[in-house]
């Protein structure tokens, strides 16, 4: 396949992921999305891109519920 097809295959799964993500968390909590999307192992970047937070935003809130976790452990 040439380079240029393969580029469009991948902004459309990009798309198509962008889509279903955007879809799963509708109607929660933005930890609850936060959550759904990082069990789903897409990065900070992509999380904070899909919110339309910033990836520090994410970062410290996942961090904040590692942190919650530890406790009670």
Do not use: F
């Not at 240029?4 to 509708?26: F, G, H, M, Q």
């Not at 961090?63 to 406790?71: G, R, W």
């Amino acid at each position: 396949m040439s380079e240029e097809i393969l580029k469009s295959i991948d902004k459309r799964l990009a798309t198509l992921t962008y889509l279903v993500a955007v879809n799963a968390v509708k109607d929660k909590s933005l930890n609850e999305q936060i959550d759904i999307l990082h069990n789903a192992h897409l990065d900070v970047t992509d999380i904070a891109e899909i919110l339309g937070k910033s990836p520090n935003n994410i970062s410290v809130r996942l961090h904040q519920k590692k942190k919650s976790k530890n406790k009670v452990d």
